[in-house]
Each structure stands twice: as structure tokens, then as C-alpha cells.
């Protein structure tokens, strides 16, 4: 069934109040959301984390037949789980993002397509495709960082702070470091590395398996900051290792070892142990590693070639910039990390920012040659089919509100290929032969949704479809699909603003909501699926605006460099230009826009209230970062520099300072065990306006974290801030 006619069969339903209820809750309005979307290695089966139908929080590894579109479970979570994550794991989720999911999170594919290793609350699972899974660890301390390595030999994993691999055959285990202590582990990312620099892994298995790089992490001189968490049942004083801006980061050597552990060689780094282990990969025939190097203002990115015999290296080729170096975060499919991917012909592919965009190239005899070029941005590889001399690239080739896969010419002859439907966000993997693509898209009309592709982009099954037909979670509520309205503004820069805009039925004019977010590399305004909720706001008589600002991502380096040492500035003036637009439109009443904004979006909130009192009818900030020095290294020093050298900058991005500007409404929402953006940065705040005598509302949450969780708790913040909302835009 198409899927117009489906959304037109729903929307003859009787149509029913869409309720806080129905959008926090099960199963959800968004439809099935699966995660952790793969490829066999043969293209034969795609693999998927769908969420139970009673529980959206747990999900279960599920695998669809991709000849038959026959699909089953394959591993049911709460059959082989059910104990307690360990704390170290809940903070590993946080730092994924996925805090307060339960069942299976990650998984991995054996290279031989036979079977998968499953991490399940804590201890390792082998699911093969056929049979039943087979336990490999069952102990009281969790696994981590789990893997396959290359030929599927061998599982490998962190546990208690030291590096073990098991043979998947016999399930022998073997310790290749006994060394970790409170302060040393073996084999695991370092919190930076995983909350700023995408890097989420610290040990990388060689193509034929006979070696390891081992990252070891020494976070001894890295300062304990005592954070108060405030839960519901009493209160903890957490001591936690945390690199502030201009505080001493972990020390991070790299290591090349045998699968057990002999034969140990340490990797040349460099003279100075103040950088960044970035990146790691292996060459394909695995005689060669490359590491990326970072330096520690994150000016300069050195590639290091190493010799894993001896661990001496020396620099290939460097990436350099007066302000930062971005690293390439999107996955590069195909198990390799993002920024690089090996190529089995030689060399390497890489993405480079060099002539000002986001950019594919080939590394080979010594030369890097340009396979991508324009003013778009390539986000990330899908994938390589070697043998027709093929890349697959995401980009935004035809406009920055969209995404779409691409074929590219690895002899950088021709022009890109678009591979995909216009009017859609699409990301996509190709499998390891080069014959399938799996592709996951929406639109604001679609809700997420993935089908099979073949190599030119042809769609050949659904593998989720998600057409919103009588039976969807959001056919009750099909009448109210509207498309948003987007259009630009230009900046002081004569850079492009692209906004977005949602109204409520009828002439106007409406209470708006002016959501903004504005850090750095975040695109808001683009063609995504409209949340359950933002549709809820306008059914309560708010109109929704949105504008990416300068420092958004996917727009190049010279719509990004303004920020640079000046947060809270260029972004502020993008945000005031689109209020101004905003104010012009007969459709806005120009006396109730509210500005809301959680995370970098309530620092923007403050920043705005702050820039411009009386502008706005009030401003809901969340979970706000107040005082720069209190968040980390390396994403406050690559846009901030380093506290310790320029004070100043600091004290101007800082929003304590002219806290006593504030003179509209203010909500200040934040979760009191908040471990990313610290509850102290409230608190500061709350001192700071009380000093000003400036009045303020509160909302704060025992036990929550960065990311709200729970049913109860969500609806409580939504109808907090609706109260807040109906009582500063209340008609006089």
C-alpha cells in the first residue's frame, strides 16, 4: 500500500485529542523505532534492535531474511537478561545517549555471517543464525566494549578495568593485562573520547587477528570533582573523575599486543603526552596502523603511520586550521571508525575538511586526490564496493534540509550519483559484497522508516515501513499532518539562515514557541519527522519556530568558524535576526514569543534574555551550562581555547556575568543528578540572579539525569512548562 493513501485511509478515522499520554507513551506515536540497523556480511539478513510493544525502553535483536522478508527474533532480552547493569555501564549509556534503555544496546556481527555477539546486561551471548545463543561470560562484574574480532575467533572485552578476549570455539578466556586500578584501565575509551571526540571503543582488532591496539588510560592527575546527585530517596556525593576546561585530561598511551597479550610494543605518540588519541585503524593486509593525533587546542590533526612490530611512527599527513580541526564523527560503516576507511587495493579513504567543506578522498602512493567537491558537505561513508570502483557517501549535495546517499567514482572521474528519493533525511550502510544497501529515511510527513536497497539505490523490500495506515500507533491523530514551513534569513555575513516554522489552524495571531538549540555542529531545521510532541504544542495554540544559527552543522567551516572564542555572541545575533522576521509576521503576536532551549539551547535562552530584555515574553531555560570552566576539555577548549591563556574569553561567553540583565520571566528547569552539564551550573545561576534580585521560577528533578526519563516525569516538565508558557503569554 502507498504510503499517501495509507495517511488518507487514517485520517478518515474519528480523529482523537492527542494527550501528554499518548506521547510519552507505549508503543510510540513515532511508530517502531528499531536502532543498531545491519547488514550480514553477505547482505543475506538485516539485523535490528526493535523495541518490546509493551516496554519502548527494551529492546530485542530481531533479524529479517533479506531473499524472503521472512523476519523473527533472535535474541529475546529479557529471556536471557534481567540482572543490574553496573554502574560503569549506565554511565557508558549516558555517554551513548541511551540512558534508561534496558536489553540488548550494541551488537556485533561475526565476519563470517554465522553468528553474533550480544552483550546482555553485562555478560557476552553468541547468537548464531541458526540455534540457540550460547553464553560466553557469566560473571558478577560486567563486560564491556565487547567485539568480534576479524575472522570471529575471538570475542574481546573490558572487564573491571583490564583487557580480556575469549575464544568463541571453547569459550577459553585469556587476561591480556592485569594492571588496571582505580585510576589505569586497559582497552576502554576515556570519558572525553567518548562525550566529545565520537570515539567510543579503546581496543582495535587486525583484519587476520593476530594483534590488538590497546589504548591505556591513566586518569590519576585528571581533577575529582564531588558531584551531589539529589535523588527522590536521598542524596550521593559522587567522586568523579572529570578533565574541566583547562584541567589536566587522562594520559592516554597506545599499545600493539597478541591475542594473549605477548609480545607488547608501545606506539610512538609523540614528545608531547598532552594530545588526543583520536582515531585508530588497521590497513587491510594489517602490516600498517594509522592513528590520528590531535593536538590538545585541537588545531592540528596528524595521521601517524605505525609500525605495530616496533610502535615507531612517523606523521603521513596533517589536517590544520587557525581555529579547530573537525573530526569526522559519522560511521563509516563496515565496522571501520569515522575518518577512515582502508581500502584492500591500497591506501585509504578520508575526510577532510581542507577546502572548507566536509570532503571524500583517496589516499594512495602517497598522494591524496579529491573525490568530492562543492559547496555541500559529505557527513559520512555507507560503504565501498572495491570491485566496480565505487564509494557511497552521505550529503547534502542538493540542499542543506536534506540528506542523501550518493555513488562516487574512486578514480574521482564523474559526478556524484543521488541515490535516493528527494524530500527525505536518509543515512544508509552498504554490506561487505557491495550488492546491498540498507537505508533508513523520514521526512516530516513519514515517520522513520527502512527498506533494502540494491547497489543502485532500487528499492527492493521494507524492512520497516511504518506508513501511518489505520493500524499505526499515530492514526488516531492523522489529521493533524502538516508539512512545516521553511524558509531563510541572511546573516550580518550574508550567510543563509534556514528556519522553520509551525501553525496552529486559522489566521493568528499565536503564542510562539522560539525553540532554540544553536551549539555547535547541531542542525535542527531540516526535513526530519515532526515530533508527537511539537504536534501537541500547536494543537494547544502555539505556533513552533526554529532557526539553525551560525556554528550549525553541515554548512562548511566558514558558516561554523564564527563561533570560534566567541559563544554567545554570533549565535545570539542569528537568533535576534530571526525574532525580528519573526515579529513582522502577521501570524505572530509579536508580544508573546517565549525562547525555550535545553542543554546549549538554555545557555542560548539566558544569552538571549540576557542581550535582549523586554524582546521576549519570557524564556524557559534547561538545564543550562552558566559558567564555562565548569564543562570539559574538549568541547570547551576547541571552541573556547584553554581558560588558563585567554580568561576573557571565557568571562564573555560565561551567562553568570549578566544574569542581572534578565528582566523577562524565567523558568530554569534542570535533573538534580545531571553528570554532562552539572546541577552547579543552576545552582550558580539561582545565586547569581537571587544577588541581582531578579525573580525567577524552578523546576528541578531528583534523579534525573541530563536526558529526563520516565513517564510521569516527562509529562510533569511539559505541563510545567505549559503552565509557565499559558501564564507569560495570558492575554492582558
Known sequence: MALVSGAAQAQDNEPEELTLDAVYGSPSLSGSAPR???????????????PRADDRQRYDLWAIDTATGEERMLVDSEALGGREISEEEKMRRERMRLAGTRGIISYDWGPDGKALLVPIDGDLWLAPLNGEPRQLTDTEAGELDAKLSETGRYASFVRNGDLYVVETADGAEHRLTDSATDTVTWGSAEFVAQEELDRSSGHWWSPDD?????????????????????????????????????????????????????????????????????????????????????????????????????????????????????????????????????????????????????????WKDGE??????????????????????????????ETPLERHIYAVQLDGTGEPQRLTERGYWN???????????????????????????????????????????????????????TEPEFGTLTASDGQVLHWEVMKPEGEGPFPVLFEVYGGPHAQRVARYWVSPLDRWWVEQGYAIFRLDNRGSGNRGRAFEEPIYQALGTVEVEDQLAGLKWLKQQSWADADRIVVDGWSYGGYMTLKLLEAAPGAFAGGISGAPVTQWDLYDTAYTERYLGDPREVPQVYEAADALPRAGDIADPLLVIHGMSD???????????????????????????????????????????????????????AAD
Open 36 to 50: 543498531g540497523l545491519q547488514l550480514s556480511p553477505d547482505g543475506r539478513y538485516a539485523t535490528l534492535l526493535k
Open 210 to 362: 593476530s594483534r590488538l591496539a590497546v589504548a591505556r588510560v591513566d586518569e590519576s592527575d585528571v581533577d575529582v570533582v564531588q558531584r551531589l546527585a539529589i535523588g527522590a530517596e536521598g542524596s550521593a556525593l559522587i567522586a568523579q573523575r572529570y578533565p574541566r576546561a583547562g584541567t589536566d585530561n587522562a594520559l592516554v598511551e597506545l599499545y600493539v599486543m597478541r591475542p594473549d597479550g605477548s609480545d607488547r610494543v608501545k606506539v610512538d605518540l609523540g614528545d608531547n603526552p598532552d594530545i588526543y588519541l583520536a582515531r585508530v585503524y588497521w590497513s587491510a593486509d594489517g602490516k600498517t596502523l594509522w592513528v590520528g593525533r590531535l593536538s590538545r587546542d585541537q588545531k592540528r590533526l596528524d595521521l601517524l603511520e605505525v609500525d605495530p612490530d616496533t610502535g615507531a611512527s612517523e606523521v603521513l599527513f596533517s589536517e590544520t586550521s587557525d581555529t579547530f580541526v573537525n573530526l569526522a564523527t559519522s560511521g563509516f560503516g563496515q565496522g571501520g571508525e569515522a575518518g577512515l576507511r582502508a581500502l584492500k587495493g591500497g591506501g585509504f579513504l578520508w575526510l577532510s575538511e581542507r577546502d572548507g567543506y566536509m570532503h571524500l578522498y583517496r
Open 368 to 397: 591524496l586526490t579529491q573525490l568530492t567537491s562543492g559547496d555541500w558537505v559529505v557527513s559520512g561513508l555507507a560503504g565501498v564496493d572495491e570491485a566496480n570502483g565505487l564509494a557511497y557517501v552521505t550529503g547534502n549535495r
Open 427 to 481: 543515512s544508509g550502510s552498504l554490506d561487505r559484497t557491495g550488492t546491498r544497501l540498507i537505508i533508513q529515511r523520514q521526512s516530516p510527513l513519514q515517520p522513520p522508516q527502512v527498506y533494502l536497497a540494491d547497489n543502485t539505490g532500487e528499492r527492493l523490500e521494507w524492512i520497516e515501513q511504518n506508513a501511518i495506515t489505520p493500524d499505526h500507533p499515530f492514526a488516531p491523530y492523522s489529521a493533524l499532518l
Open 675 to 729: 553528570d554532562n552539564v552539572v546541577f552547579d551550573n543552576s545552582v550558580r545561576l539561582f545565586a547569581a540572579l537571587q544577588q541581582a534580585r531578579v525573580p525567577f521560577d524552578t523546576a528541578v528533578y531528583p534523579g534525573q539525569a541530563h536526558g529526563f526519563q520516565g513517564k510521569d516525569i516527562l509529562i510533569h516538565r511539559t505541563l510545567t512548562m505549559q503552565d509557565f508558557l499559558d501564564r507569560v503569554t
